[in-house]
């Protein structure tokens, strides 16, 4: 496996006594950003709870999310939510990862990165929630909400949206 260095260390850049806090400079790589890090400037501890879940999901499937495409998701979130939805989680696993981990373990692994990567900050589990659960196999876990940056809360059948502009150019010339 190669190792992985994402944008971990945001929620250091505020003071001990605040939660979250907001810039307008953003900073970082988009696919690793919260997406109300990416669209608002909000930062929080929850923004490397995101990060993390990306970088998790990543490791299990030997994919990066930068530059993934599958013609039915976005990214490797939405790819993952989607084997997610259709009970087939461990599709998404990497095929060299099969021999040196369990089939539950890498089941819960998925499961861990998308309570990570979920839309909403409130509902992401905090860092130590998520050590506990990726240590503690007792540890019960919730299920999933709609990730951010996912396109599954779309009809599959829903029509595109299209509109065509026309142009003319007229030349002036004397006679």
């Given at each position: 496996?190669?190792?992985?260095i994402?944008d971990?260390?945001?929620?250091?850049?505020?003071?001990?006594?605040?939660?979250?806090?907001?810039?307008k400079r953003?900073v970082?790589?988009?696919?690793?950003?919260?997406?109300e890090?990416?669209?608002?400037?909000?930062?929080s501890?929850?923004?490397?709870?995101?990060?993390?879940?990306?970088l998790?999901?990543?490791?299990?499937?030997?994919k990066?999310?930068?530059?993934?495409?599958?013609?039915?998701s976005?990214?490797?979130?939405?790819?993952?939510w989607?084997?997610?939805?259709?009970?087939?989680?461990?599709?998404?696993?990497?095929h060299?990862?099969?021999?040196?981990?369990?089939?539950?373990?890498l089941y819960?692994?998925?499961?861990?990165?998308?309570l990570?990567?979920?839309e909403?900050?409130?509902?992401?589990?905090?860092?130590?929630?998520?050590?506990?659960m990726?240590?503690?196999?007792?540890?019960?876990?919730?299920?999933?909400?709609?990730p951010?940056?996912?396109n599954?809360?779309?009809?599959p059948?829903?029509?595109?949206t299209?509109s065509?502009?026309h142009i003319?150019?007229s030349?002036?010339?004397?006679?």
């Amino acid at each position: 496996m190669n190792p992985k260095i994402s944008d971990f260390g945001l929620a250091r850049m505020f003071g001990d006594d605040k939660l979250q806090a907001n810039t307008k400079r953003i900073v970082g790589t988009y696919g690793y950003m919260s997406p109300e890090y990416a669209m608002e400037g909000l930062f929080s501890i929850k923004s490397d709870v995101f990060s993390f879940g990306v970088l998790l999901l990543e490791i299990v499937s030997g994919k990066k999310n930068t530059g993934f495409y599958h013609s039915s998701s976005l990214n490797l979130i939405g790819h993952a939510w989607e084997f997610w939805k259709g009970d087939k989680v461990l599709e998404l696993v990497d095929h060299r990862l099969e021999d040196l981990v369990s089939y539950p373990m890498l089941y819960r692994y998925i499961q861990v990165a998308l309570l990570c990567v979920q839309e909403m900050a409130a509902d992401r589990p905090t860092m130590s929630e998520v050590v506990s659960m990726l240590t503690n196999e007792l540890t019960v876990l919730n299920s999933p909400k709609q990730p951010a940056f996912s396109n599954s809360n779309q009809p599959p059948s829903r029509p595109a949206t299209l509109s065509a502009n026309h142009i003319t150019v007229s030349i002036m010339e004397p006679r």
